[in-house]
């Protein structure tokens, strides 16, 4: 499956903001886009996104940030009240394909097949951006198997691909 | 760069791959849409889905590009796609000789539709399926009206319509008040005048427009864009309702992109 994403380049800039900007003690920010499928199963679409707040960050010198149970929490509530996928986002500032660290490859899998037993006529998913490009990998409603990201559409009056 | 692109190349580096990889969408290949396939065929565009489930007549040929007097009878589409491989011979075309409605997912993975449509119910549906599909849509249009004892007043717009920025209802091109207007006409209507000059004029600064989108050449892409074609003197400027927009659209919240989920009770 070539699993596309798009975005609203608003939505992408908001989300941008917020992972740049220092955290007390965590070295870098997590966020939750929102997103919901379409009637293709390999597009999904990104309707909003929503910031950790600080307090919801737990100390952990093993992850470069480590939310705890209530921002989780928070992300499956959107799921039931909303009817929305949540996608777990980090970001790295360089260029180029960015890559999971071993802590990301261990946790964000179970975080995402979490989200899925809850919702699982949504899509899932956790990617991570770069400067330049995103990685990803998604659980899609009707797929046992993640689905790794192929390419996100950014859209406003332009359109750009990374 | 491909020396077939030299003189396109001011559109920026990596433009070609761009407009090479973009898989455009073209609902309606009459007036409009024919003229659209073979703008971007030159181009350069290799990935297209066409819809028309009509065939050529012989009231087609004053406007219909590409077509010859052998193909009345002949599917649009069968048309349209002899265009696009004339120029570029490995183009991906997914011909669907079906309203578009019959082939919702074909468009849904449309980076960018042209609407090519008569009708202002064809026009809002396509809106909405392109908003909540987070697709850009170009339209464009033009009639003919007259009025006793004035000349012909011939009309037409283009409208760039992107996600997150006022609609064709914002705009006030779309109206509940037309689109009552059209449905009470159906069925009535009857032939509508049509020539291919100003199609060519409206199709070109709509594929301007995507080209423009897609490469942000012009480093000044904006949104909506609502040009108002003035036939009779051979005017596109922008209209006037454009000052009057709000900012953001009333109609297509981002919140509301997606498939409605639906839950049992």
């Known amino acids: ?162 | 760069m491909n020396t077939r692109y030299q003189r396109q190349s001011f559109l920026g580096e990596g433009s070609q791959t761009v407009i090479e990889r973009a898989l455009i969408g073209i609902v309606g290949l009459g007036g409009g849409g024919s003229h659209i396939v073979q703008q971007t065929a030159h181009i350069g565009f290799k990935h297209y889905a066409v819809f028309d489930p009509q065939t050529a007549e012989d009231t087609n040929l004053n406007r219909l590009i590409g077509a010859r007097l052998v193909d009345i009878g002949r599917e649009k589409l069968k048309i349209a796609r002899r265009i696009i491989k004339g120029l570029q011979p490995d183009a991906r075309v997914l011909c669907q000789r079906v309203r578009w409605q019959a082939a919702p997912d074909v468009l849904a993975a449309c980076d960018i539709v042209f609407g090519c449509v008569d009708s202002f119910q064809d026009r809002d549906e396509l809106e909405t399926f392109c908003r909540r599909h987070l697709i850009l849509y170009i339209d464009i249009g033009m009639d003919i009206h007259q009025v006793d004892g004035d000349p012909p007043r011939m009309a037409g717009q283009v409208i760039l319509s992107a996600p997150g920025y006022p609609c064709m209802k914002c705009l006030g091109f779309i109206t509940p008040e037309k689109l009552a207007r059209e449905a009470q006409a159906y069925g009535v209507a009857g032939a509508r005048p049509q020539v291919v000059w100003p199609n060519g004029v409206l199709a070109s600064s709509a594929v301007g427009l995507a080209v423009a989108a897609l490469t942000c050449w012009t480093q000044n892409a904006r949104a909506p864009v609502y040009l108002c074609y003035d036939g009779n003197k051979n005017l596109l400027t922008d209209h006037v309702r454009l000052q009057f927009t709000p900012k953001e659209c009333q109609h297509y919240p981002l919140a509301s992109g997606g498939s409605a989920i639906v839950t049992a009770l």
Request: charged share 20%; net charge positive; proline share 7%.
């Open chain 1, 1 to 162: 499956m070539n699993l596309t994403l798009r975005i609203p380049q608003s939505v992408l800039c908001v989300a941008r903001q917020d992972l740049a900007r220092s955290h007390p003690f965590a070295y870098e920010r997590i966020g939750f886009f929102r997103c919901r499928p379409t009637v293709r199963p390999d597009l999904i679409v990104i309707t909003g996104y929503d910031a950790v707040p600080d307090e919801q960050y737990i100390e952990n010198s093993g992850a470069g940030a480590c939310i705890g149970r209530m921002a989780i929490q928070t992300a499956m509530q959107r799921i039931l009240t909303h009817k929305v996928g949540q996608i777990h986002v980090h970001q790295h500032g360089h260029r180029g394909v960015p890559s999971p660290s071993s802590t990301d490859s261990a946790n964000q899998p179970r975080l995402v097949s979490s989200f899925r037993n809850l919702g699982p006529q949504l899509p899932h998913g956790f990617i991570i951006l770069s400067n330049t490009h995103a990685w990803g990998e998604f659980a899609v409603p009707g797929r046992r198997r993640f689905e790794k990201l192929r390419s996100i559409s950014v859209v406003s009056a332009r359109l750009e691909f990374l």
